[in-house]
């Protein structure tokens, strides 16, 4: 079995408990609490902006020029794609999306998702110990909002377009960065392997973390109180 296929096993039920959570289940039902979808946007509006410059941290450790270019286009689908799903979240909430964004925040865990990724992008010089942090982004929103679609009907709900967006949008990014990994893995030691499982299954709970995060609009303050 390749090495991906594995680690995607692996997480399952993570992925099973995200979809589980409120977040996805107020999706679910049409009354996810706008506070909630706001604090999303202003957390991600940030990180977004962030995944694509480590995208460009990984130029430097690529030497095909198909790679090279595949990076350049995922910057440019973070910076400009991704913010029709926004969109669709921000139409939800009766809110400018332009005012929503303009006063966005790092909260904790928001924060330390993104710092898993620049640690891992300074830290080692082989891009696929980044990618294994990074790949759970496409993942785990491709595996929830294929949940999504084959449990439920979405016609007429509002966060319609949002489902549709990631069960289609993902499949080519996940194969290459798939193909990256396995590459690597092949020739990594048993050392490295247990490092890129580690970072893989880590993201995953990073990502059921931040919509928790929003659902509970956690701050700085809240954590202490
Ligand atoms: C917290 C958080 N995690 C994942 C995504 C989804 N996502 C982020 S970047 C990307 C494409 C990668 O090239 C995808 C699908 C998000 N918006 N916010």
Not at 163 to 178: G, N, Q, T
Request: aromatic share 16%; net charge negative.
């Amino acid at each position: 079995m390749m090495f991906t296929q594995k680690l995607k096993e692996e997480v399952e039920p993570i992925i099973e408990s995200i979809y589980n959570d409120p977040f996805i289940q107020g999706m679910v039902r049409g009354d996810l609490s706008k506070e909630a979808v706001i604090h999303y946007l202003k957390a991600d509006h940030l990180y977004l902006n962030e995944f694509a410059k480590i995208y460009s941290l990984l130029i430097p450790k690529l030497d095909d020029k198909e790679g090279i270019k595949f990076l350049l286009e995922q910057i440019d689908f973070v910076m400009n794609g991704e913010v029709t799903a926004h969109y669709t979240l921000a139409d939800y909430a009766q809110v400018d999306y332009k005012t929503i964004i303009k006063d966005g925040e790092w909260y904790p865990t928001s924060d330390h998702y993104i710092k898993h990724m620049y640690f891992n992008a300074y830290r080692y010089s082989d891009a696929a110990f980044t990618i294994c942090a990074m790949a759970p982004c496409p993942y785990v929103y491709q595996q929830v909002a294929l949940k999504m679609k084959e449990r439920h009907n979405f016609n007429g709900n509002p966060f319609k377009d949002w489902v549709d967006f990631y069960a289609k949008e993902m499949k080519p990014l996940m194969e290459h960065l798939d193909g990256w990994v396995d590459e690597f893995a092949e020739q990594a030691s048993e050392t490295e392997r247990a490092i890129l499982t580690k970072n893989f299954k880590e993201s995953c709970i990073h990502e059921k973390r931040f919509f928790n995060m929003a659902y509970t609009q956690e701050t700085w303050e809240s954590v202490v109180e």
